[in-house]
T-cell receptor
Framework: EAGVTQFPSHSVIEKGQTVTLRCDPI?????LYWYRRVMGKEIKFLLH????????ESGMPNNRFLAERTGGTYSTLKVQPAELEDSGVYFC??????????????FGPGTRLTVL | RKEVEQDPGPFNVPEGATVAFNCTYS??????FFWYRQDCRKEPKLLMS???SGNEDGRFTAQLNRASQYISLLIRDSKLSDSATYLC??????????FGGGTRVLVKP
């Protein structure tokens, strides 16, 4: 079974440009999450989709970040315009709800974003 | 104060030895707890969930102390392949995971 995939693996852009990151969750997983790790900090939650709906977007840093999950399959995270402090590794994760137990989040390999 | 705190290490461990480390969490209402493993420049991977009664998976033993708000991980008979960063992860509400900064473990021959 294919795991969570993310594209691109690396992106280098200049300040002020736009970047779109893509995540394909494990097939059939309703839950999709975005996290990021900026240099020297711990991984932090950005938002959570259940199918195509945003369940929790409390971790989104500001309105330069826009996440979508049209059709409830893959998701995109757009940063526009990018700032230097947006540099970091953006992880996507997916999970499938289970009855009575905490569902396991499976992480993708991440997109390493560098803003110059 | 960070929501989840870990000693960053590194813990230098001779091969075959036992190593243990903790993490503390600040939110007493936290619902579930995990240890993830992260290799250099790779994604976090679930090592094990942590249950109130403590649980074991092969050479790995996890404990939860709700009263003192800490979680521990013990690795017995360390292997070179155990070298990694171990992330303490807490689910405070919903499905939003909160990560510690990680504890780096280096197992040496």
């Amino acid at each position: 079974e294919a795991g969570v995939t993310q594209f691109p693996s690396h992106s280098v852009i200049e300040k002020g440009q736009t970047v779109t990151l893509r995540c394909d969750p494990i097939s059939g997983h309703d839950n999709l999450y975005w996290y990021r790790r900026v240099m020297g900090k711990e991984i932090k939650f950005l938002l959570h989709f259940v199918k195509e709906s945003k369940q929790d977007e409390s971790g989104m840093p500001n309105n330069r970040f826009l996440a979508e999950r049209t059709g409830g399959t893959y998701s995109t995270l757009k940063v526009q315009p990018a700032e230097l402090e947006d540099s970091g590794v953006y992880f996507c994760a997916s999970s499938q709800p289970q009855t009575g137990v905490q569902d396991t989040q499976y992480f993708g390999p991440g997109t390493r974003l560098t803003v110059l | 104060r960070k929501e989840v705190e870990q000693d960053p290490g590194p813990f230098n461990v001779p091969e075959g030895a036992t190593v243990a480390f903790n993490c503390t969490y600040s939110n007493s209402a936290s619902q579930s707890f995990f240890w993830y493993r992260q290799d250099c420049r790779k994604e976090p991977k679930l090592l094990m969930s942590v249950y109130s009664s403590g649980n074991e998976d092969g050479r790995f033993t996890a404990q939860l102390n709700r009263a003192s708000q800490y979680i521990s991980l013990l690795i017995r008979d360390s292997k070179l392949s155990d070298s990694a960063t171990y992330l303490c992860v807490v689910n405070q509400s919903g499905n939003k995971l909160t990560f510690g900064g990680g504890t780096r473990v280096l197992v040496k021959p």
